[in-house]
């Protein structure tokens, strides 16, 4: 029952609607199948697969409104649920930001969220995919450690001024990190589609391979000011904390969009010119809903050449300032160049390459200054070339200062965009070079 189509989807949902007796009802069915598999020190360790349908129901009372959730869809349960959250909307306060349930919308085509082979994904196929990674790193004498899932699912929601929403997707992600037997080095890769048709868990495997045996007995340099290439990972660790263009935020003075004194930096140039950053849930690299909680989602720039273009306004917000509501989006998109990594290396005399960031931190929200760490491969460019690699940087840097210091858009890359407040879905982002990024000291860790 983890997938309902729309029809059974509807069906379920109309009978829930049909239940209500307060002012409003908004009505949420979700659920999906998923499977895994994970390995260390180049073993299996453990394997599953998960099944899930849920509902949860919204109901007001004027401003007081109530909400519940089940997983049992006879009909005594159903109407069971919208009775419970209709005793906790008489319970609660008024809420004087509570806004209506929405009215029909109408929405743009269905992006392709939904891969029927990525649905059929077996178990079999995850142990092949695990030993197409284990095999290579044995005969390297290299420790694989890595995790692969699978999801398949749908979502949908119905209220009482008769909107209905539908929406399937499946997705694949894989991620894994090589260590040298020795201890000393250290590689990683992540993949992450709709389509598992585009996963080659050998290959990206085998990219990290080398990783780890290039940097292999790391050598110190100074902490400092440098030349960094960023691996789309890596870039995409940076711009995802950046990426919350949370209207609200800004307009409270609570957001490095606000402005002293008051307003917001919307049509200002906050970044390189060259940065065109956009959302669009047609994009066929890393499509998305069409909607998100029932508003309609559009291509819409964030940044264009270099200036803030818009931001998100949730219903009440832009009922406060006059504007259209937006939705957050399900992607982003960072348009490239057509320069690989091999050539951004050519062009540097001196630098460093960054596979990519972890344990990122907060310093300053309101100038976006964070602090975190290089891991898995990090290597000193000199005159062009790989010299060597080198021990694990703590950074201390600004993603807007980042993209103000840009000198080379590289070639995209789909990459998983979770990390940050502006994170969510995935995102299509460049490999970029940048001058004078801030590392400040020294880090042991392999």
Not at 23 to 34: S, T, Y
Not at 179 to 190: E, F, I, P
Not at 393 to 409: A, K
Request: aromatic share 8%; net charge neutral.
């Amino acid at each position: 029952m983890a997938i309902l189509s729309k029809e059974e989807a509807k069906k379920i949902l109309e009978k829930v609607v049909g239940f209500s007796k307060a002012d409003g009802i908004e009505a949420g069915l979700n659920g999906g199948d998923g499977g895994n598999i994970r390995y260390a020190r180049n073993s299996v360790s453990t394997a599953g697969e998960d099944s899930n349908v849920s509902l949860s129901v919204s109901v007001n009372f004027g401003k007081k409104s109530g909400a519940a959730s089940i997983n049992e869809f006879d009909d005594a349960s159903l109407e069971k649920v919208v009775r419970r959250a209709e005793e906790l909307a008489k319970l609660a306060p008024e809420n004087p930001e509570f806004m209506d349930p929405l009215g029909p919308q109408t929405y743009g085509p269905e992006a392709k969220t939904f891969i029927e082979s990525t649905a059929k994904i077996t178990p079999e196929y995850r142990a092949q995919a695990a030993a197409d990674s284990i095999n290579p790193a044995t005969k390297k004498d290299i420790t694989a450690a890595g995790y692969l899932e699978d999801n398949r699912g749908f979502n949908a929601q119905m209220n009482s001024k008769g909107l209905f929403t539908y929406n399937q997707a499946t997705g694949v992600n894989f991620t894994v990190t090589m260590r040298t037997n020795d201890g000393t080095g250290s590689g990683w890769v992540a993949r992450n589609f709709n389509d598992v048709s585009k996963l080659n868990t050998a290959e990206a495997s085998q990219i990290a391979i080398e990783k780890a045996l290039q940097s292999r007995n790391a050598k110190a340099i100074e902490p400092g000011k440098y030349t960094v290439i960023l691996e789309p990972n890596a870039a995409s660790d940076l711009l995802s904390l950046m990426l919350n263009f949370n209207a609200r935020q800004a307009d409270e003075g609570r957001s490095f969009l606000s402005k002293k004194g008051g307003g917001t930096k919307l049509g200002e140039k906050l970044v390189d010119e060259r940065v065109n950053i956009y959302t669009d849930p047609w994009n066929e690299e890393v499509p998305t809903a069409n909607q998100a909680g029932g508003l309609p989602r559009k291509r819409m720039d964030l940044i264009k050449g270099g200036v803030v273009s818009n931001l998100f306004y949730d219903r009440y917000w832009a009922q406060q300032k006059g504007v259209e509501p937006t939705p957050f989006p399900g992607n982003r998109i960072m348009e490239g160049g057509n320069a690989s990594i091999e050539d951004m290396i050519k062009d540097t005399k001196k630098g460093v390459l960054v596979t990519r960031f972890w344990y990122i931190r907060a310093v300053d929200p309101q100038t976006l200054l964070y602090t975190g760490l290089t891991r898995d491969g990090s290597f000193y460019i000199e005159n062009g070339k790989i010299k060597h690699p080198i021990k694990n940087f703590r950074f201390n840097e600004s993603p807007i200062i980042m993209l103000n210091n840009l000198e080379t858009l590289g070639k995209q890359m789909r990459v998983a965009s979770g990390g940050g407040p502006g994170g969510g879905g995935s995102a299509l982002i460049p490999a970029m070079k940048i001058r004078d990024f801030t590392f400040s000291s020294l880090s042991d860790a392999v």
